[in-house]
């Protein structure tokens, strides 16, 4: 149970192009879901909390122009990438919040996606 | 400012051997703790949550929590080289978002 899976797992794509990834909880309904970002043998950095049907809350620092999060059903988010940069190249983790499952802050993580921009 | 600290290592624990990770954090409101594990290059793992103050185990984990000292643990027992990796400490504070602590890895030696 309390399964996240992401699309894609890996993508390359050319500076300046705009890249999508797809956050879905499998088996149950995730009324939140986040956005972090990590970079090679650092700390997960939350980029934003994304809310069913409403606009996401970005962390400071973090351009909402440039990350774009939809949170469009109960078991789909979407962050897309806009104009990256080889800066962007990271890996983007969601989570999610079974608020049926254990303590209501626990978070169940999707496998991750691996932005390379060249 | 709510903060969560946890020595980052590498702490290298002998195969068989109980491997001790500590974790301490700063906001007295925290609710819960989350122990997370991560292989290098993955995606975090859930290991166990804890939330109240005592111990609390599963398998061969135990998660410690002091309320009073602010203070969390996780201990392994009987260690494995597939336990070899880094693991996040993680307050919750009941408002949706957790705080990662750094990461503590850890090695298991053969």
């Known amino acids: 149970g309390a399964v996240v899976s992401q699309h894609p797992s890996w993508v390359i794509c050319k500076s300046g192009t705009s890249v999508k990834i797809e956050c879905r909880s499998l088996d149950f309904q995730a009324t939140t879901m986040f956005w972090y970002r990590q970079f090679p043998k650092q700390s997960l950095m939350l980029m934003a909390t994304?809310?069913?049907?409403?606009?996401?809350?970005?962390e400071q620092g973090v351009e909402k122009d440039k990350f774009l999060i939809n949170h469009a059903s109960l078991t789909l988010s979407t962050l897309t990438v806009t104009s990256a940069h080889p800066e962007d190249s990271s890996f983007y983790i969601c989570?999610?919040?079974?608020?049926?499952?254990?303590?209501?802050?626990?978070?169940?993580f999707g496998p991750g996606t691996r932005l390379t921009v060249l | 400012q709510k903060e969560v600290e946890q020595n980052s290592g590498p702490l290298s624990v002998p195969e068989g051997a109980i491997a001790s990770l500590n974790c301490t954090y700063s906001d007295r409101g925290s609710q819960s703790f989350f122990w997370y594990r991560q292989y290098s290059g993955k995606s975090p793992e859930l290991i166990m949550f804890?939330?109240?103050?005592g111990d609390k185990e599963d398998g061969r984990f135990t998660a410690q929590l002091n309320k009073a000292s602010q203070y969390v643990s996780l201990l392994i027992r009987d260690s494995q080289p597939s336990d070899s990796a880094t693991y996040l400490c993680a307050g919750g504070f009941g408002n949706e978002k957790l705080t990662f602590g750094t990461g503590t890895r850890l090695t298991i030696i053969p």
């Open positions: 804890i939330y109240s103050n």
């Open positions: 994304s809310n069913e049907g409403s606009k996401a809350t970005y």
């Open positions: 989570s999610a919040r079974d608020p049926k499952r254990g303590v209501t802050d626990t978070q169940y």
